[in-house]
């Protein structure tokens, strides 16, 4: 064999070999090429997974968040309108005129004083002066009444050993506790 033989079969020779090594890269590169992409997809699915869950979960919290303040803004609303109508009632109870002043609060002590009770002085504000007056001529207390106690309408009545608070402030008071419940439900119905 000639010398330019050999040459021209090493070149063939590594021709051919060139060829296989770039074959096996391809290969290798289009498996590498698969692998990597599956792996890529596998991923993106657990993120889209996770993603997924995290979203549902920050919207439930979002849509629980919202509802709160919403409920929040409701009772709100309701506990104002509520503190408006016995505000309303307790103006109006205030504005009564004299003799309706004197019927109302006759009728309010004989249920609420018993008879037997010993009377040293009677406290009322000077606005109702008169009527307390009236009032304690109807129901036979003979204390002396004197204004005091920044009240706004009813009396306390004062004893040698007690303080009976019969004021408009405490019998608002005490009715507010015992109807407020009874009051919501009728402002506001159950749906």
Request: glycine content about 4%.
């Amino acid at each position: 064999m000639s010398l330019q033989a050999i040459v021209e079969k090493i070149k063939i020779d590594a021709q051919s070999e060139v060829q296989a090594i770039n074959a096996e890269a391809e290969q290798r590169l289009a498996d590498v090429t698969q692998e990597t992409n599956s792996q890529i997809n596998d991923i993106k699915s657990i993120f889209a997974t996770s993603f997924e869950k995290q979203k549902t979960q920050l919207e439930a919290v979002f849509q629980s968040l919202e509802k709160q303040r919403v409920n929040m803004v409701v009772q709100s609303t309701k506990r104002r309108l509520l503190d408006e109508v016995y505000k309303q009632a307790f103006e109006e109870v205030s504005k009564l005129s004299s003799p309706e002043y004197v019927e109302f609060f006759v009728k309010k002590y004989q249920t609420l004083v018993p008879s037997d009770v010993k009377i040293v002085s009677i406290l009322t504000s000077e606005s109702r002066q008169a009527e307390t007056v009236e009032i304690s001529k109807a129901l036979g207390w003979s204390a002396p009444i004197t204004i005091g106690g920044g009240l706004k309408g009813g009396c306390i009545l004062v004893g040698s050993d007690f303080e009976f608070d019969l004021s408009i402030e405490r019998l608002f008071a005490e009715m507010r506790f015992q109807t407020e419940i009874e009051i919501a439900q009728i402002l506001f119905p159950a749906k």
